[in-house]
């Protein structure tokens, strides 16, 4: 049973006090979800896939993976408020058998609102078992919902008595995706829930993005900065119990030139996360110049964590860095 106090903050978290001022509405009151199905072909020997995107529906490289079975799905969660894109991608070819990154496998991203926050080029969610990425398990999907008051996709990996589901859930009219992770009972020793963003812009590359970037995190308690030439490891203490990532440098409606003078564009909004600090038995935040990576550990007898998502990047929810960070400090936590 959870205590008064974290009953009271999530309440507060997934109740409807959450919604930003000012958000336009959309003409219907139901999430709309597309899921295009798995989309398999195999790669050419010079790294094309035998299928175009399934967001941008143009060819797709894939050096490294010549020859190889590939798949890829997308799922779309439209709130009315916000717009979340799923992009998931799995090669099982044996060549790859202990050469994918374990942390953070570029299997599950996130492509909308925007391709920056929450990540679009490597995974932004992933779960350790053991220290194992559930990257290197093909995953299976199940949408439920879609025109309705809520709806989602539950993603399943692992078989047998080691099957590990989170299940994203949107509500209409919300611009955040609650997320419940569901662990299987006694099978693991070790259990780690990782995310990365790339807050407000990625600015890359990192040779000549790191004079531009500057993020920060924000909690209830601080706000820190990123050193521009080495990561630090942050923990989160039990009253810090959401994160603003943000780039001050990088803001919403900041004008932007490409290094070449050819293209300019305006900043976008930060990300935001929260959990429960109950839950856990650690939460820390490697904070770089870069991604900002947060891995958030459990005992192994916790039947499920709970985190939610917000991504104020675009679309009618996008915020500023500060209206982002001030609403969250408005929240009083008894």
Request: overall charge negative; glycine content about 8%; hydrophobic content about 40%.
């Amino acid at each position: 049973m959870f205590c008064r106090k974290l009953i009271v903050l999530w309440i507060l978290f997934l109740g409807t006090t959450l919604s930003l001022p000012g958000i336009v509405e959309s003409v219907y009151a139901q999430v709309i979800i597309k899921d295009t199905g798995d989309i398999t072909g195999v790669v050419s020997d010079t790294g094309v896939w035998s299928n175009k995107h399934p967001r941008w529906q143009r060819d797709v490289i894939l050096k490294g993976h010549e020859g190889h079975a590939y798949l890829m799905r997308r799922i779309q969660i439209d709130t009315g408020a916000s717009r979340y894109g799923l992009l998931y991608e799995y090669c099982c070819d044996s060549s790859h058998q202990g050469t994918r990154t374990k942390t953070f496998s570029n299997l599950l991203t996130m492509d909308m609102p925007g391709l920056q926050n929450w990540s679009s080029t490597g995974s932004f969610f992933d779960v350790l078992c053991d220290g194992e990425s559930l990257g290197e398990k093909q995953a299976s999907f199940k949408v439920f919902g879609s025109g309705e008051d809520k709806g989602g996709v539950e993603i399943s990996w692992g078989s047998d008595n080691k099957v590990v589901t989170a299940r994203f859930t949107a509500q209409s009219q919300d611009v955040k995706l609650p997320v419940d992770i569901l662990f299987p009972k006694d099978a693991f020793n070790t259990l780690d829930i990782c995310l990365r963003c790339y807050p407000n812009e990625y600015a890359a590359p990192w040779a000549k993005g790191a004079d531009v970037r500057n993020r920060h995190i924000a909690t209830a308690k601080r706000d820190m900065a990123a050193d521009k030439n080495k990561a630090a490891k942050v923990a989160l203490a039990n009253d810090e119990p959401w994160v603003v990532y943000y780039d001050s440098a990088l803001d919403k409606g900041v004008a932007r030139t490409s290094a070449d003078g050819k293209a300019s564009w305006l900043g976008s909004g930060p990300c935001a996360l929260a959990y429960i600090p109950e839950e856990v038995k650690a939460a820390n935040i490697i904070l770089d110049n870069y991604n900002i990576d947060t891995i958030l550990s459990y005992s192994t007898g916790l039947p499920e964590a709970h985190v939610i998502l917000w991504d104020y990047g675009f679309g009618p929810s996008s915020k500023s860095n500060q209206e982002v960070i001030d609403y969250f400090k408005s929240m009083k936590i008894e």
